[in-house]
């Protein structure tokens, strides 16, 4: 059972141009939630997604950034326009049930680095 | 506003001793708490858990202790291995499933 598979693992974007950071959950896992690591920082909620539905984006800054988790391919999170202050480890995570109550935990990816010039 | 916190950036011990890491929140409607350690360039991985009813959870050489009453909980490593160099994070849930994470402690194991 592969685990939770992100890419790319290394973007590279100048201010202005769009990122595009993928998530593959675990086979079998329908909640994905992505947090931000800035440099010397913990990891940060943004957004937790269903097939087709954006359940909690609280964490989610609200210009240039989107979520989505269609039904079929991976969730994509999307930043457009983006600015050097964008420049983080993108961090997606899994799991079966909803975390909160299940205490099922979240299965995280490798995470994209993202660099922007 | 920092609602879970680990006021240690790095701990250095020696192999074969114990190893304390140390958080504090801030937020009582914290019900669940997790550890999860993390190598350079890969993803965090889920290591011991402790729900707020417990204040005591073991598995193998890791033990997580909750003082509900001092908003504390500590993850003790015993013996500690060369292996367990890496960052600690501690994390809370809060309501919708979303994880409330410390900025981590560096755990540097010398041989």
């Known amino acids: 059972n592969a685990g939770v598979m992100q890419n790319p693992r290394h973007l590279v974007r100048r201010r202005g141009q769009e990122a595009r950071l993928r998530c593959s959950p675990m086979?079998?896992?329908?909640?994905v939630y992505w947090y931000r690591q800035l440099p010397e920082e913990g990891l940060k909620f943004m957004v937790y997604?269903?097939?087709?539905?954006?359940?909690?984006e609280s964490g989610m800054p609200k210009e240039r950034f989107s979520a989505e988790f269609p039904k079929e391919g991976p969730s994509i999170l999307r930043i457009q326009q983006v600015v050097r202050g964008d420049s983080a480890a993108y961090f997606c995570?899994?799991?079966?049930?909803?975390?909160?109550?299940?205490?099922?935990?979240?299965?995280f990816g490798p995470g994209t680095r993202l660099l922007v010039l | 506003d920092q609602q879970v916190k680990q006021n240690s950036p790095s701990l250095s011990v020696q192999e074969g001793r114990i190893s304390i890491l140390n958080c504090d929140y801030t937020?009582?409607?914290?019900?669940?708490f997790l550890w999860y350690k993390k190598y350079p360039a890969e993803g965090p991985t889920f290591l011991i858990s402790?729900?707020?009813?417990?204040d005591k959870n073991e598995d193998g050489r890791f033990t997580v202790f909750l003082n509900k009453s001092a908003k504390h909980l500590s993850l003790h490593i015993v013996p500690s291995q060369p292996g367990d160099s890496a960052v600690y994070f501690c994390?809370?849930?809060?309501?919708?499933?979303?994880?409330?994470f410390g900025k981590g402690t560096k755990l540097t194991v010398n041989p």
């Open positions: 995570a899994s799991s079966p049930e909803w975390a909160g109550t299940s205490q099922e935990t979240q299965y």
């Open positions: 086979k079998g896992h329908s909640h």
């Open positions: 997604l269903q097939k087709e539905n954006i359940i909690d």
């Open positions: 937020n009582s409607m914290f019900d669940y």
């Open positions: 402790i729900s707020s009813i417990k």
């Open positions: 994390a809370a849930i809060s309501r919708r499933g979303k994880l409330v």
